[in-house]
């Protein structure tokens, strides 16, 4: 990234005997250990691709986008005391930070057994350490021993508070890692755009480090109103933005699909947002305790070049970018390119066409739109879930499977189908840092 001193690097102290969790670094042997049998068969008669199970993430705060295709009877699915499901995850190997009545395996994604029995699925994380590279390929598993990444949709009605998500560096200090972070506005999602469809970045580039610190020091006294001094883009749908740790942010009331690192830790600079009040522990829930009194340790927390950054819109949205392999049968785009941890692209298979798609490197895919066939499988975008029903949607590709090629067949007469595919740090294709636009 342009200017980008502070960005974090890629963790290699996560290794095959140890996983992220929300953030945090921890044993395997802490979660329950898969039957290996169940887990090659199904490997093996998938040829390289497993089908995942719909994983829906209820949040506290804020009120529902309801553009998860979920039931309208199943967005309290956990409880009223858990509040609304706002979130679906995507190829995810670890657990929402949540809370405490969140599950431990709340946000991790399952695969759906050779057996076809909701009973006999098996946690991808559990896939990942028993296939290994077979799975998510040598390169991937080398540097961060795991699958690095996840994405996920999120579903919030009006505008989240302005929030940055901790460097490595800042996260280090509290045991867990740094996230970065993509978004991409689809339409085939935004059928209305809520409350609020715009986002906040950083700060005006006029705005001074002092000024934010008066803003934070009256975090308990009253409404901070830190958006003033901030800046706000419309949303546009077929779109996107990159968004470095470091940096505030206040996402908009549209539907996201969000490729992200694996890790979920933040901190809550806007202490009132859509009306809502936030406690201080929003704040410095992710600082050492002897810091959390520190208004200046809570300020370093952000990459300040970044987050008054003139030609921020230059260097960080992301409009799509046609692939070079585009024919008469399909168009795929980047979506999300320009970091050096996740990537992102959009693939339409016109109605009635059949292809072979190829990518070097294993993802996560969800379609958004059409049915047909992936590979072995029935596939279709949903329609209407019901919460813990499985799906024909989402699908997790290993590396040889992806470099072989899945062939892709759209049923429809009418409609193209349409895929969102999400890759970690390691496609060679992925378009580079110095985006024109």
């Known amino acids: 990234m342009p200017g980008n001193n502070n960005i974090l690097s890629v963790n290699s102290a996560i290794t095959a005997e140890k996983l992220n969790v929300a953030g945090e670094i921890i044993p395997f042997k802490t979660f329950k250990k898969t039957g290996n049998k169940a887990i090659r068969e199904t490997f093996e008669r998938g040829q390289g691709i497993f089908r995942l ?30 509040g609304a499901i706002k979130e679906r995850w995507f190829s995810s190997v670890i657990p ?14 399952y695969v759906n057994a050779i057996t076809d029995k909701m009973e006999d699925k098996f946690l991808l994380r559990d896939a990942v350490h028993e296939l290994g590279q077979s799975l998510i390929g040598k390169d991937l598993l080398d540097k961060h021993g795991m699958w690095p990444m996840y994405s996920k949709f999120f579903d919030f009605d009006g505008p989240l508070f302005h929030h940055l998500h901790l460097s490595d560096a800042a996260a280090k200090k509290v045991g867990r890692i740094g996230k970065p972070e993509g978004y991409y506005f689809p339409l085939q999602l935004n059928n209305h ?4 469809p715009h986002t906040y970045f950083g700060f005006s580039p006029e705005t001074t480090i002092q000024q934010v610190r008066d803003l934070l020091l009256k975090y308990e006294s009253r409404d901070n109103r830190i958006t003033e001094i901030s800046r706000a883009y419309r949303i546009q749908l077929g779109t996107g933005w990159f968004t470095c ?47 959390k009194r520190d208004p200046d340790y809570i300020l370093s927390l952000m990459d300040w070049e970044k987050n008054i950054d003139p030609h921020y819109k230059k260097h960080y949205f992301r409009p ?9 049968q399909y ?14 692209k959009e693939l339409a298979i016109l109605p009635g066409q059949s292809v072979i798609i190829k990518d070097p490197v294993a993802y996560g895919c969800v379609i958004i739109q059409g049915h047909g066939c992936f590979g072995l499988f029935d596939a279709e975008a949903a329609i209407m879930l019901r919460y813990g029903q499985p799906s024909a949607d989402e699908f997790f590709v290993s590396e040889q499977a992806a470099r072989t090629g899945i062939k892709i067949t759209n049923k429809s007469k009418c409609e193209p189908m349409v895929l969102l595919k999400h890759f970690g740090p390691n496609h060679p294709d992925m378009p580079g840092h110095t985006i024109k636009t």
């Open 331 to 344: 168009t795929e785009k980047w979506i999300m390119y320009g970091n050096d941890y996740v990537g992102a």
């Open 53 to 82: 199970i719909p994983v829906f993430v209820p949040r506290l705060f804020g009120k529902a986008g309801k553009r998860l295709r979920l039931h309208p009877d199943d967005y309290f699915a956990l409880g009223m005391n858990r």
């Open 245 to 291: 740790p470091g940096v505030l942010h206040a996402p908009g009331s549209v539907l996201t699909y969000e490729p992200q690192w694996n890790s979920d830790v933040n901190s809550v600079f806007e202490n009132v947002s859509d009306n809502e009040i936030y406690p201080y522990e929003f704040l410095v829930e992710n600082c050492p305790d002897n810091k």
């Open 96 to 109: 929402a930070n949540n809370g405490p009545l969140a599950a431990k395996d709340e946000g991790m994604s």
């Open 320 to 328: 799509p970018i046609l692939c070079s392999g585009y024919n008469e």
């Open 193 to 196: 755009l809520g409350s609020f």
